[in-house]
């Protein structure tokens, strides 16, 4: 589960309810940002007002070249309020709390439960569930996944998901010229996996006459997961994330049968020393310097990122390519996919109808190929040039115009992007391809991705991380397996983990059940 642990300072609950209902008051003419200048009944170019996150040094100017031919597509006129991604919270948090709310509005993800939570339940937010099916754009070039993990407590959407690529999210990643070389196939199962983390590390994979090698390249990352090790705690429970249901209740998959396997399995691991003995100590730069040295032949990685580790790995092997990579398809049937989004655009209610269904054309418009490569691209002749009918960007020019800030509003994902880089060998890309879609038939999503619980927030920090360190203590050999089942008994008896679990379970029941 997804919890946000920032602390929002500066925004009371009195103070925000009493600013977002005088916010709404402003919407037949009132003075809030949403109006723009423009009522909804105005023809001509849509006057939109937005605020989003920068990550660039620089915002792009107001007559920025990219930004013109944006708005002479969608028929707009834009005024872009960029806010630094150092500020953007409490940007937002004083926005909300001033009722002066431009028409669309970034959400971060680590908001969305609570600041964005607050304002939906007093009303601030357009619900646009039923408006989503009018707009083609919107309904097929973001995800099924990202439309249901984006709804509210209600089950509904008062935002429109930033789409990412939800399939062929991280999994393992195995050095394929090690299998050929010990005559072994990529494992479909945890006992063939462990065979490859074996053989990895006593068979001299690499061939260089040496026992210098380790299978699996892991770390924890607190509180809540273990990265590398995880998914196999996942694989065994069969589900993406701390959360299954099942027995019609959402379950800790820490707390299922399946865990006690998992934690003999992960305990083995590291007693045969398949796994860094410092893992629990390990930074992820570390993890990847195993790789990158070839020193591990397993990752916990998107496969989209190994030239990453090629680059690295050709200044001591040559002839190192991505196709000595391989993406597993699953384990034991499983593999994860991603939530489908990051962030959200949000439209304030001080927006009519009438402005709202325009805002929703110009998003939906946006996401065309051919305007939505405006910012991809940029301006012919300046950020790119077109050779044997090949668009060839200068990616300096290209960024230094601001084509990629434009992304932080409206983005339209490859959902191959996570998998496949156009730079990839023909070869590397049909092989990733077909592995991503065979991964498409098994793969599971955090079911309880955004679901909220005022117990969780209260309390869940610390009992994720009570749980993860009697997890590493049982891998590590200092507690056994039988003190873990004891632990188990005690947290499920606790209180508080009980009314987490109830909670998320009326929340996931009530957001899937939900009438549009």
């Not at 009493?18 to 916010?23: E, G, I, K």
């Not at 100590?281 to 397993?298: F, H, I, P």
């Amino acid at each position: 589960m997804k919890i946000n642990r920032k602390i929002i300072l500066g925004v009371s609950a009195t103070m925000l309810a009493a600013s977002l209902l005088s916010a709404c008051g402003a919407k037949n003419g009132g003075t809030a940002a949403g109006q723009a200048g423009q009522s909804a009944t105005e023809s001509g170019p849509l006057k939109v007002s937005i605020m989003s996150i920068l990550l660039s040094a620089t915002p792009p100017a107001d007559d920025n070249a990219i930004k013109k031919l944006i708005e002479k597509a969608t028929n707009s006129e834009m005024k872009v309020q960029w806010v630094s991604a150092n500020s953007y919270n409490d940007k937002l948090n004083v926005s909300l709390a001033s009722g002066d709310i431009p028409d669309i509005i970034y959400i971060p993800p680590e908001l969305m439960q609570t600041t964005f939570r607050t304002a939906v339940q007093q009303g601030v937010f357009w619900d646009v569930t039923n408006y989503i099916k009018d707009y083609p754009n919107l309904s097929s070039k973001i995800s099924k996944t990202a439309w249901d993990l984006s709804k509210m407590d209600d089950g509904k959407n008062y935002s429109i998901p930033r789409p990412r690529p939800s399939e062929a999210d991280a999994f393992y990643v195995i050095r394929k010229d090690w299998l050929d070389n010990l005559g072994l196939k990529v494992p479909t199962t945890t006992e063939e996996f462990y065979n490859v983390l074996k053989a990895f590390t006593e068979k001299d994979p690499d061939k260089n006459g040496k026992q210098d090698t380790i299978g699996l390249a892991a770390n924890v990352t607190p509180p809540d997961k273990m990265e590398g090790l995880g998914q196999l705690e996942y694989a065994f429970a069969g589900a993406n994330g701390p959360w299954k249901f099942a027995d019609n209740k959402l379950e800790y998959t820490a707390f299922l049968p399946e865990e006690h396997k998992a934690l003999e399995y992960l305990a083995n691991l590291y007693k045969e020393k398949l796994i860094p003995e410092d893992f629990a100590s390990m930074k992820a730069s570390q993890v990847k310097d195993m790789v990158k040295a070839g020193k591990a032949g397993v990752m916990w990685e998107k496969a989209g990122s190994v030239t990453e580790y090629v680059n690295e790995l050709k200044k001591t092997n040559p002839n190192i390519k991505e196709s000595d990579f391989v993406p597993v398809t699953n384990l034991n049937g499983y593999n994860p996919k991603g939530p489908g989004f990051a962030g959200v655009l949000a439209i304030p209610k001080t927006v009519d109808e009438a402005k709202m269904k325009r805002i929703l054309k110009m998003i939906d418009t946006w996401m065309n190929d051919d305007v939505f490569n405006i910012q991809q691209y940029g301006v012919e002749g300046v950020d790119h040039t077109v050779k044997d009918g090949v668009k060839v960007v200068d990616a300096k020019k290209l960024q230094e115009d601001g084509g990629p800030d434009f992304n932080q509003i409206v983005y339209v994902a490859d959902p191959y992007a996570s998998s496949i880089k156009n730079y990839f060998p023909k070869d590397v890309q049909d092989s990733y391809r077909q592995i991503q879609d065979e991964r498409a038939k098994t793969s599971s999503a955090d079911i309880s991705f955004g679901l909220y619980s005022a117990t969780a927030q209260q309390f869940m920090p610390e009992f994720q991380k009570k749980i993860q360190d009697e997890k590493i203590k049982v891998i590590m050999g200092r507690e056994s397996l039988a003190a873990w089942d004891d632990f188990v008994t005690k947290m499920k008896a606790d209180p508080s983990f009980a009314k987490v679990s109830q909670e998320l379970t009326d929340a996931y029941k009530k957001r899937a059940g939900a009438k549009s």
